[in-house]
Structures are given as structure tokens and as C-alpha cells.
């Protein structure tokens, strides 16, 4: 796409398209969903579907990808927060049907929640469709770096790099937590369609790497190539080094 607001659209258009086939079948649509800086335009979009064309999210159940650990809901960091300003309290969605992983719980608890995450999802049908953001290092939720194909939704320790990326937002890299919750590869792999997005020069190389190179756990968006229903929606910039 020309820019990320033209691309945001599309995006929007093709979960509202979705949404309302589900709607027309009685059906619940799963949505697995991302935070970060990509999916900001996507959701004002959705929100503005909502407000001016009245689309419905009562029958979208969500999902979303990972949560900072340890962290509050209501802390001005935490994904909850995020996904509550920028689109849960700003559409019909019912509150019982967003799940975003628990950054409260005892850490001896964390695992049994984490197998119940994915068996509420399993019990749905799996995930619809999943949004994704990319990181520098070609992380897809908190994923990093050496992350298997199969690996489930856990506890995981932050890379340096996805550390110093936050650090802004936390003021600072002590206080950026070490590490998160984040859904694992094999139920993202496990999507029926998963769409990636990816905006500016910045992400470029990363983007080459994750869709021209071979495929490895060093570089886990990589493992979409082997997804059969796989999208990078990117803008100009993101896509400059592909060949
Ligand atoms: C966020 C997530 C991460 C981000 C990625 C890109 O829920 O799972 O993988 O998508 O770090 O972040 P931005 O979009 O801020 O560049």
C-alpha cells in the first residue's frame, strides 16, 4: 500500500467483511488481536465502522497475543489498558468475550493458565483470523528469537532489543519488565488467516528477512511463510527491500 492509513483501511474493511458473514451465519467471529504501535490505525478504523456505519463486534470474541509480566491492568503500560482505550470500551464488544493474558497471577500459576488460554480458544474453532505486528527482530507476539514452531502460550523472557523498544514507554530500560505472557507459535500458525502488518523504513530489513529468507526459529515471523493463508500488508517503506 502508498502509506499505513490506506493499508489500516483495507485491513478494517476485510475484519468488517468478516464480522458480518459471521454475523449473517449466527456465528462468532475469533479475532486474535495485537498492541504495539502497527495495529493503532487499524483500530481507529474499526472504531470509526463502528460509530458511523454501525458495525457490530457482539458476536467477535478476542484474543489478545501477549501481556508485559508482571503488570496491572490498570497500569499505564499494560495491553489491557491499550486494547480498553483504543477499542474495547469504544465498540459494542462484550466485556466477557476479550481475553488478554493475565499479568497478575502468581508465577506458579501462570503455566495451567496458559494451557487454559489455549483450550478456551480451541473450544471456539481456533482463532478466525490473527493480527500481527512484527518486531526488529522478527519476533510475532513476544515470540522471540529461537522460538520453536510448536511452542505454546507462556512465559517468556524479553530480548534486549524488544526491551530497549519499549524502554520509551516505560521511562526508561530498568524499569521495562524482563519479561511476558504471549500466545505461542503454534496457535498463531494455527489462525485460518493471519494478516502481519509492518509500516516504515525501520522495519525493512527485518521484512526481507522474514519473507525472502529461510525459514528459522532465529526468525519466527519466518514461519509464516509456511502458513497457507498468510498476509504482510506493508506500507511503501517497509516493503523497499524486497526484490
Ligand atoms: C504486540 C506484539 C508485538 C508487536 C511488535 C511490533 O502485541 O505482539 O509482537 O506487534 O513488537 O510492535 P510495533 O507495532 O510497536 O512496532
Redesign the pocket.
Known amino acids: 500500500f502508498e502509506n499505513s492509513t490506506a493499508a489500516s483501511k483495507a485491513i478494517a474493511l476485510e475484519i468488517a467483511a468478516l464480522i458480518k458473514d459471521k454475523q449473517s451465519k449466527n456465528q462468532n467471529c475469533v479475532l486474535g488481536l ?6 493503532k490505525g487499524l483500530y481507529a478504523e474499526l472504531v470509526k465502522l463502528h460509530k458511523e456505519e454501525g458495525l457490530s463486534f457482539k458476536n467477535v470474541i478476542a484474543f ?3 501481556e508485559y509480566y508482571p503488570m496491572e491492568p490498570d497500569s499505564i503500560n499494560s ?1 489491557v489498558r491499550f486494547m480498553k482505550e483504543l477499542l474495547f470500551d469504544q465498540v459494542d464488544i462484550l466485556p466477557e468475550n476479550y481475553n488478554i493474558p493475565d499479568g497478575t497471577l502468581a508465577k506458579d500459576a501462570i503455566s495451567d493458565y496458559c494451557n487454559q488460554y489455549e483450550a478456551k480458544i480451541e473450544a471456539l474453532g481456533g482463532i478466525d483470523l490473527q493480527i ?4 526488529g527482530n522478527g ?4 515470540n522471540e528469537s529461537g522460538s520453536l514452531q510448536n511452542s505454546k502460550t507462556r512465559l517468556v523472557a524479553l530480548d534486549h532489543i ?1 526491551r530497549v ?1 519499549a524502554a520509551g514507554d516505560f521511562s526508561g530500560l530498568s524499569n521495562t519488565p524482563r519479561t511476558a505472557i504471549t500466545l505461542g507459535v503454534k496457535k498463531i500458525m494455527e489462525a485460518k488467516k493471519v494478516i502481519l502488518m509492518a509500516w516504515g523504513e525501520g522495519k525493512s530489513n527485518i521484512i526481507k528477512t522474514s519473507v525472502e529468507g529461510t525459514v528459522t526459529s532465529q526468525v519466527p515471523a519466518s514461519f509464516l511463510q509456511q502458513h497457507d493463508n498468510a498476509t504482510f500488508v506493508l506500507d511503501q517503506a517497509s516493503a523497499s527491500k524486497l526484490t
Open positions: 495485537a498492541t504495539g504501535s502497527s495495529p489478545n497475543l501477549d495491553y500481527l505486528g512484527i518486531g519476533h510475532i507476539g513476544f524488544t523498544a
